[in-house]
């Protein structure tokens, strides 16, 4: 794969997926080298008028600021160590998991802080503190909490997809063929989710899947008997 250099005798390429958390199905998809930064790829993959759920790899000061003037929502997770100058301090109900939320500026004035003001909830799950940056200031400190929780329905949906529908055994070696690949194993994963939805009112389930091989085989199984038949009368006669 000569468009996805990593190293010496090392060849990978990342693949950029845009999940739509509401329907919890995959959207876009864009493909670049392995050394690639993935930060770019978030206009690519998201629409102004949508939020971008994102962990803390994605905290990028200058972006926060970019995607509140391009109009992009944003539900980020922050380092704990993250500056920040308060603004406003907004309410917490007592005995809650949240335990700060407050308008601010993230960063050092003069070197990394953001123009723009911006909203950080902080909240405590099994003894875990998490920080997220956010732009939705009509939502409320638990519902932004929960926004964040979903972003671990992509880590789940690739999960599955690499587990079960085999995509990264590579068979293509150029740019079209991998996204070709790419391409059919989420169009696969859309039909089951299709299927799964229509059939069984359920999402994709590996138990749903092994059901659909056995149905599929047995037809096709019924089919060749019929034209075997077929051919045994036509031989007779």
Not at 32 to 52: H, I, M, N, W
Request: net charge neutral; glycine share 6%.
């Amino acid at each position: 794969m000569e468009f996805a250099d990593y190293r010496i005798g090392v060849k990978k390429s990342k693949a950029h997926l845009g999940f739509n958390l509401n329907q919890g199905i995959p959207e876009r998809i864009a493909l670049s080298a392995g050394k690639a930064d993935e930060r770019p790829f978030v206009k690519k993959l998201v629409d102004p008028g949508q939020t971008v759920v994102a962990d803390r790899y994605y905290q990028c000061h200058k972006n926060f600021d970019e995607y509140q003037s391009e109009g992009r929502h944003f539900v980020i997770r922050i380092k704990k160590g993250t500056r920040k100058t308060i603004i406003t301090e907004h309410s917490v109900a007592e005995g809650s998991h949240i335990f700060l939320d407050v308008t601010a500026l993230l960063g050092t004035k003069g070197q990394n802080q953001t123009e723009k003001p911006l909203r950080v909830v902080g909240y405590r799950i099994d003894q875990v503190e998490y920080y997220v940056a956010t732009d939705r200031f009509e939502l409320t400190a638990e519902q932004i909490a929960f926004v964040y929780k979903l972003r671990w329905d992509i880590e789940k949906f690739f999960s599955w997809w690499k587990q079960h529908l085999n995509v990264y055994h590579v068979i293509a070696r150029s740019a079209h063929g991998l996204m070709a690949q790419m391409l059919g194993g989420l169009i696969t994963y859309l039909l089951l989710a299709i299927y799964c939805h229509e059939e069984h009112n359920e999402r994709v389930s590996i138990s749903r899947v092994r059901e659909l091989r056995i149905k599929i085989r047995n037809e096709l199984l019924e089919i060749l008997a019929d034209i075997k038949e077929q051919d045994d009368c036509m031989d007779s006669s």
